[in-house]
């Protein structure tokens, strides 16, 4: 069974520009987590989703980023118009509903020049 | 602040010894998660504690939550170098787990 899959693993982009961020669940997981984290600091919850749903985007700047689960492909993390602070690893997890286990992938590292 | 805030902030140990971190929170949980995480690499889920629990075991980790005063403790025994990592404790408590800032532990062989 493949894991969570996230690519690219490393994004590089300049200020200004727009990222986008690629999730593949598991097999057989329809909710997705998108989490942030900052060098030596615990991730932080962005937002959830459930195919085709966004379910709570609390966590994620009102401005500049976005997320969708499309009922086909991947789910997509974007955001636009990146600046220096937006630097930082972002994860991806799934599981099977809301009370198992999150899998998590091995996330993909943002920098921004 | 952070939900869950771990403690201590780092650990260095033989190979050999036991382990202990331990995880504090403040509101109420649905249940209890600890992960690890290798450097550069994504979490592992290593045990879920439900809040009606009170212990759990998974080969050398044992979990231990208190709900009356909101704390959680986990213990890797006979540690090995591969232990080394940092350790996470989440909190679910609706849509989403709130991580703490993690306890990194070093095993030295």
């Known amino acids: 069974n493949a894991g969570v899959m996230q690519n690219p693993r490393h994004l590089v982009r300049r200020r200004g520009q727009e990222a986008r961020l690629r999730c593949s669940p598991m097999?057989?997981?329809?909710?997705v987590y998108w989490y942030r984290q900052l060098p030596e600091e615990g991730l932080k919850f962005m937002v959830y989703?459930?195919?085709?749903?966004?379910?709570?985007e609390s966590g994620m700047p009102k401005e500049r980023f976005s997320a969708e689960f499309p009922k086909e492909g991947p789910s997509i993390l974007r955001i636009q118009q990146v600046v220096r602070g937006d630097s930082a690893a972002y994860f991806c997890?799934?599981?099977?509903?809301?009370?198992?286990?999150?899998?998590f992938g091995d996330g993909t590292r943002l920098s921004i020049l | 602040s952070q939900q869950g805030e771990e403690d201590p902030q780092a650990l260095s140990i033989q190979e050999g010894e036991n382990a202990t971190m331990n995880c504090s929170y403040k509101?109420?949980?649905?249940?209890l998660q600890w992960y690890r995480q290798n450097s550069g690499r994504g979490l592992v889920h290593l045990i879920l504690?439900?809040?009606?629990?009170r212990e759990k075991h998974s080969g050398r980790l044992r979990v231990t939550l208190d709900t009356s005063k909101k704390s959680s403790s986990l213990l890797i025994t006979a540690s090995r170098a591969a232990d080394t990592a940092s350790y996470f404790c989440?909190?679910?408590?609706?849509?989403?787990?709130?991580f703490g800032g993690g306890t990194r532990l070093m095993v030295k062989p």
């Open positions: 509101t109420s949980i649905n249940n």
């Open positions: 989440a909190t679910s408590a609706g849509n989403m787990l709130t």
């Open positions: 097999k057989g997981h329809s909710h």
């Open positions: 504690i439900r809040s009606n629990e």
């Open positions: 989703l459930q195919k085709e749903n966004i379910i709570d």
């Open positions: 997890a799934s599981s099977r509903d809301r009370e198992q286990p999150q899998h």
